[in-house]
């Protein structure tokens, strides 16, 4: 069999049932731009060592199908893992006699950097926020004060906001993938199990959250002019203006949520509340996201109990 037939088969019967729909997406395009033009044609008993760790290579030093360049670790390691599931499920399914999917060597993982806003450019953006007359922009200060992710931002209806109880439940996300070139927004379950959560809300956030509810007409609570759910890519690109017109450096949306998490450190909040309010599957992962902070939170604490010595 060919391994593009394979690729097609082993997604829509596999892989499909088993990832969320954004996942299937993902996958979906990484096949179809990377791995078929390469690997496609090749008859699946026929993928040598030689050839798979040349595929990696090649993508390692000009997979960027945009600048013709090197492309990232990260998604030369993603890529790669599509080819070794597809070869083993195809082995294990005895479409295959042979997997050398194994002997693929990836690169190291390189270790993800944590981006926050300082303090001062947080003063900055919360500002202007709160002094423009754009109601959707409380989202982003909503964002730095719960720690939610631009989807489950974009998914909030009124109805996840419980004004009597001071919390909001996260249990569901915004997403866009593209079918027949059109981006369509649809609603799906959070990233995991644990994301789905509640988020205990200050008074100074639920006040911003009553105004805006007192003149809103839709059930969103960042909505766009027609009242329907504003789109991830739209809601990340108004973020980048602000940033611009602020001239603040250039920092991606999921900073919020490290910039939370960061202000949470600072503030004394402990790692297992802040894993539970961030959704992580354990304080393990917070724990070792965090570390620089941590450690810049014990240096400020043990320089402050310095100053109890007594000479």
């Known amino acids: 069999m060919k391994y593009n037939e394979w690729l097609d088969l082993w997604l829509q019967k596999y892989v499909k049932i088993a990832v969320k729909l954004k996942t299937y997406d993902y996958y979906k395009r990484l096949i179809n731009t990377h791995i078929k033009p390469m690997l496609g044609e090749y008859d699946l008993d026929n993928m040598s060592p030689s050839l798979l760790q ?81 109601n959707n922009y409380i989202g982003i200060i909503l964002c730095l004060y719960t720690g939610i992710r631009i989807g489950e931002l974009l998914a909030l209806t009124w109805e996840d906001i419980d004004f009597k109880n001071k919390f909001v439940s996260i249990t569901k996300t915004a997403c866009e993938i593209k079918n027949k070139d059109k981006l369509c927004i649809y609603v799906d379950t959070p990233k995991t199990k644990n994301s789905i959560r509640i988020i205990p809300l200050s008074t100074a956030i639920l006040n911003l959250l009553k105004a805006k509810y007192k003149t809103s007409t839709s059930k969103f609570v960042i909505s766009t002019k027609s009242n329907n759910m504003v789109g991830t890519r739209s809601y990340q690109k108004t973020f980048e203006r602000i940033l ?67 000479y």
């Not at 670790?73 to 082995?91: D, F, M, P, T, W």
């Not at 202000?263 to 802040?274: C, H, N, P, Q, S």
């Open 244 to 310: 611009k017109k602020l001239q603040l450096p250039h920092k991606n949306f999921h900073s919020l949520r490290h910039t939370f998490a960061t202000r949470a450190i600072e503030f004394g909040m402990d790692i297992k509340t802040l894993s539970e309010i961030l959704g992580h599957k354990n304080p393990a992962i917070t724990l070792q996201r965090y570390a620089h902070s941590l450690t810049a939170h014990k240096i400020d604490i043990m320089n402050k109990f310095g100053k109890t010595l007594s």
């Open 54 to 134: 040349d595929f990696v290579i090649q993508k390692l030093e000009q997979g960027n199908l945009i600048t013709g360049n090197a492309l990232a670790k990260g998604s030369v390691i993603n890529i790669a893992r599509l080819v070794k599931q597809s070869i083993n499920e195809a082995y294990n399914l005895n479409i295959t006699n042979i997997n050398n999917s194994a002997k693929i060597k990836l690169p190291s993982n390189p270790e993800t950097k944590i981006t926050a806003f300082e303090k001062y450019e947080q003063s900055i953006i919360e500002k202007y926020c709160l002094h423009n007359r754009k």
